[in-house]
């Protein structure tokens, strides 16, 4: 039957297998992440030590979760806390460009009849397990089987697009002109917002007849291109860390593309001879084309990898933030054995740099209220983003020292510290509790002004000042700053109940207590002093530590 217009296509089919294609792709991905654990965020900082790990790291993770997006993104994130420098993230984003070929390279074994028993073990083992793994994994199951199945859905009508004239006319314009190819694979994808999804689209277009091989090449280069939209969005308004990362993204499928377009005639042949060469079907043929293609860009990439970093740096200047020179915090695994009080010495010093940065969580905090300047903002969600990476390592080292620890006094002192830095990281998350008070207020188009605002921003010095001294007896073990805490903790107090009675009379007087600045300030207040109550436990921790008794051994053994 020849069909005479793109009307005549079975939009429903191509409509419906697109949907259930993408949902089978998303849930498989995110079956997989809960599959594997919490724990990928810290396998993407932790083993990214240089480019060609960060390069294994972004293929591994991709692969998991089912989209080099969504791994940029988090690699965004980890340069933009501090914890991850650009040309690690670059080592990443290049892994993850590999890493997304596994969709194609799954869609090439072209499982379409057995996918329907796949999903139905998948719902099985969903609906009648009571364990969480084997749920994820059913999960995982499901999605994958839904990918092929929408994959069948789609190419039964999207075969017939070849029996259609002014289709036949654009891919012969393809053909002649490969450019064309590509700006339509990038258009579609960014439409989309998944690349995955428009090279299975592709492969299926392939395997159908509707396109040749350098047409799908095209089609490919732009899907790659394409895809940089989702990382570009992420950057908008983000750091200038996030808009080097997302540049590069940009850059590296652009050049990468430009370079397979010059050669397209050579690197369609190669693919072609090692199709024939594996006796590969159409659809796998697609998948050889895309892993080659991102595989060779990495190569190309990965040695200039420090250049590009340069690059990047000079194309979008300036000083990222006020964390950009921050100093990681160092914890040797090698002390915990062999020199155990080294190891809390590299404690102490790590807690003191997680101070500094949740101090800067409450002055950023401070200046949006008192200025609403939205980077003030910004950086104090930052600052707290980076205390809790810091925080999650300090714990773990603790921990590991106390597992390794056979002496009481050893272990009193890692109990110690590990009270105070959970002191640290507590104040920073109500410092970032206080920033979303006041971004409600502001959203609201309220505001404090007058006593009010004059009345928080004395709590506010009040606070900043006991968090310094406390990180001060805490640092030098002074009994003296210690009582002067002790006697700024109860005017603290204090404040706290004269500020409630002053913000009670100003309701009596006629201020509006319907605004959300009327209805939260009870909360500020008590959040702050809150704060003060967790700058009192740090020094008051450091002067009287805990202390871990055990059983006597003698007489009465």
């Avoid at 800067?360 to 930052?382: P, R, V």
């Avoid at 009481?408 to 830095?421: C, F, P, R």
């Avoid at 505001?447 to 030098?476: C, H, P, Q, W």
């Avoid at 007087?509 to 959300?516: A, E, K, L, R």
Wanted: charge should be negative; include cysteine; glycine fraction near 8%.
């Amino acid at each position: 039957m020849q069909l005479q217009s793109l009307s005549s296509l079975q939009w429903n089919l191509i409509a419906g297998g697109l949907a259930i294609f993408l949902f089978g792709i998303s849930l498989m991905g995110n079956a997989l992440t809960n599959f594997a654990g919490p724990k990928l965020r810290g396998y993407v900082e932790k083993y990214t030590s240089n480019p060609l790990m960060g390069v294994l790291v972004g293929i591994v993770i991709t692969g998991l979760i089912q989209s080099s997006s969504a791994t940029t993104v988090i690699t965004i994130s980890f340069v933009r806390a501090g914890v991850m420098s650009l040309e690690q993230a670059i080592g990443v984003i290049l892994g993850a460009n590999i890493g997304t070929t596994v969709t194609s390279i799954l869609i090439g074994f072209n499982l379409e009849y057995l996918s329907y028993f796949i999903t139905l073990i998948g719902v099985i083992l969903f609906t009648f397990s009571s364990r969480r793994k084997n749920k994820y994994f059913g999960e995982i199951l499901i999605g994958f089987g839904l990918l092929f199945i929408g994959l069948e859905m789609m190419g039964g009508s999207l075969s017939e697009l070849k029996n259609i004239e002014s289709f036949d006319n654009f891919v012969a314009s393809m053909a002649r002109n490969p450019i064309l190819a590509v700006i339509t694979g990038a258009i579609l994808t960014a439409l989309i917002q998944s690349s995955s999804a428009f090279i299975g689209i592709t492969q299926s277009l392939f395997a159908s007849g509707a396109i040749d091989l350098n047409v799908a090449l095209g089609l490919m280069f732009g899907a790659n291109i394409g895809t940089c939209i989702t990382a570009l969005l992420a950057s908008v308004g983000g750091s200038l860390s996030a808009k080097r990362a997302s540049l590069f993204h940009i850059l590296f499928n652009l050049s990468v593309s430009v370079v397979f377009l010059i050669f397209l005639n050579p690197y369609e042949s190669l693919i072609s001879y090692l199709a024939d060469s594996l006796s590969a079907n159409k659809l796998m043929t697609i998948a050889i084309g895309h892993f080659i293609y991102n595989f060779l860009g990495m190569i190309i990439f990965l040695p200039f990898n420090k250049l590009s970093a340069r690059i990047l740096r000079k194309i979008i200047p300036g000083r990222d933030s006020i964390f950009t020179d921050l100093p990681d915090i160092e914890l040797d695994e090698k002390l915990i054995e062999a020199f155990p009080a080294a190891a809390l010495d590299q404690i102490k010093d790590a807690i003191l740099k997680e101070s500094k940065v949740a101090l800067e969580t409450i002055k950023q905090a401070k200046l949006y209220l008192m200025n609403k300047d939205k980077k003030a903002l910004e950086n104090s969600n930052q600052a707290e983003a980076i205390v809790n990476e810091m925080d999650t390592k300090i714990q773990a080292y603790l921990l590991e020292i106390a597992k390794n620890s056979n002496s009481a006094d050893l272990e009193g002192e890692v109990q110690n510290y590990l009270q105070i830095q959970i002191n640290v990281e507590r104040i920073s998350d109500l410092a970032q509790n206080l920033g979303e008070y006041f971004e409600e207020i502001y959203e609201s188009e309220s505001s404090y002004t007058g006593e009010a605002l004059s009345d928080l921003e004395d709590m506010f010095d009040m606070v900043i000042n006991n968090f310094i001294r406390s990180v001060e007896v805490f640092d030098k073990h002074d009994q003296i700053e210690f009582r002067k805490l002790g006697e700024d903790e109860g005017a603290l107090d204090l404040m706290e109940s004269s500020l409630r009675k002053s913000h009670y009379k100003r309701l009596q007087d006629g201020v509006d207590m319907t605004s959300m600045a009327s209805y939260v300030f009870n909360d500020i207040i008590s959040t702050m002093e809150r704060m003060g109550d967790h700058a009192y436990n740090i020094a008051r921790l450091t002067t009287d530590p805990i202390k871990i008794h055990t059983e006597p051994h003698g007489k009465f053994d």
